[in-house]
């Protein structure tokens, strides 16, 4: 076995700083072809979009190379990836950003790549979209780009997150219904069949990315609630107008967002938002001096499910209003998290360096 | 008592010919203010677009008793409404635009007046926007019309019920969760604050409108079937967008959704067609030819509810899908009916004629 090269870095799920990828890279002239081992089990690498990955991060260490003829000729070998989440995939947490950004930053590493993180995002968006995002910790933001092949849609940092350390999040995990009629889905069908869409990308989306970013910049709560629940209603509209229309939030889905209108009504104020990605989970956006009054409600609506024993619930704000037993129903678990940073190095070393296959 | 003047009408909901309301307008010297009786319940006539209405009706009939000095002056004369509907309010069916239809009606062969159904549709509308539809019985437009007031905005007839007699329906009643977390809805906050609501009355709807109106006079029904499912998307769509956002649709109501889905699938063609109204409730359009298709899936997932009783399940075609038993829950009854004619004269007279109460 020749020489093993290797770099492993951690990605978060979305802002969930307790739920992260680990992925090892490594690379050697022994190995013959690429492979990837993602929870135990291999998977291909040989899909066209993670293939344009690859080649995309080769030709950038390629160029290194070519400019030091000392470095070690990485990008002629085959790669061996090892991946690994802290969190049961049966969740039915979008985990595949965080598995891209985790791949595209350990691979990036281990080619001791230059390029910055909105250079890298690019290639992760070729990957799956959204995992532009996970390249970065903070606050983020992906721009469209203007290009029609989408070259120049990549991420950028609105904020660090040092500079609005206080935003919070409850993540309310829905369990799913498994029996239900199956139906298609995906963001292409809506792209191609809701007459609302259109409108929703050209006039609607464009305007609330920039007070967006104004209310991140200005640490404006109200305001920032209010555009994540609103543009949460709007991408979900645009499903929903879809043909055959799609569906991801179901009737827990309906009964948080009720929740969380009845507690900002009650608190005469907006102290917490809601937003769904594309699936019947909530996350629920909160500042830390609310916390008492937000999980006051959530906790004594979701009680009886796991994941409360990071904080003293018996300091919580018992909520003003007056709850029915039934509406904790459909909710699996809480995840209590925070807005955390992006991808980092770690000691952990998934690839066993003796056979350069997963320990 | 002084002569009391009467005259009965019947409207139905919706298309449902078997589902309706039967009302009594009567009118006499010794009526001391108006009154309606609902269900047999007192039920106030004084509201600002109930008002509206009847000043309208009363000016109507001004204008005959002007031209002809021979005629009791009814409209110097308070009303007694009796209303009655034949089917449980409870079943959460729109029953307001049958009931405004029905005491428009009414008033209006109790004043014998000669205006159009069209014009009394303006009427109508102004007490409940879709009653001015229900004036009509077959294939009915209701056109926005031009002004800002909208006093121009009335129901036309796109093809009378023998132009397209096979148009069927089944209604599956939908249970409501009642112990469901309160929720504001309504039409007036989808205009305020939906931004996709403005693009839906512009651009989308127009041309839907004309395309629909052909597919009626064409008899096409998998034009007619696409539109109608599409239109129902778009306007729940838009309810979706509001701020706090408005849900209708149920995950009854969004099974119900999938299960046409599947069956137009596997008939490799579209004979059914769902649309909601601002309920769960489905209303399922199918044509007579396909009728032992159609019934057949819907009988197969729902015949442990009541309603089945006017067809012979027997002769259905058993449905190609694999179904799930558990599909069947959150219906309550069906309601097999089809399209019908409009208000009809009855003999029947729900006041009482020597006290002017109901019977």
Known sequence: MAK???????????????????????????????????????????TPRTQQCLRDLRKYREELEAQDGSLPKLSKMHLHIVSENNFPTAAGLASSAAGFAALISAIAKLYELPQTASDLSKIARKGSGSACRSLFGGYVAWEMGQLENGEDSKAVEVAPLSHWPDMKACILVVSDDKKDVPSTSGMQLTVKTSSLFQHRVEKVVPQRFEEMKKSIRDKNFPLFAELTMKDSNSFHATCLDSYPPIFYLNDTSKRIIKLINLLNESAGEIIAAYTYDAGPNAVIYYEQKNES???????????????????????????????????????????????????????????????????
Do not use: M
């Not at 093993?4 to 978060?12: E, V």
């Not at 990828?21 to 993602?38: G, I």
């Not at 004594?300 to 003293?312: E, H, L, P, R, T």
């Open 4 to 46: 093993i090269y290797y770099a492993s870095r951690t990605a978060p799920v979305n802002i969930a700083v307790n739920l992260r990828t680990l992925t090892t890279a490594s690379c050697s002239e022994s190995f013959t072809k690429d492979e990837l081992w993602l929870n135990g089990q291999s998977h291909s690498l040989d």
């Open 293 to 359: 009054r937000v999980l006051g409600l959530l906790h004594a609506v979701f009680n009886s499910v796991d994941g409360w024993q990071k904080i003293d619930t018996e300091l919580l704000t018992p909520p003003s209003i007056e709850l029915d037993p039934t509406w904790g129903r459909g909710v699996s678990r809480v995840i209590l998290t925070e807005v955390g940073a992006g991808p980092q190095d770690s000691d952990e070393v998934l690839v066993n360096l003796e056979t350069g296959l997963p320990k």
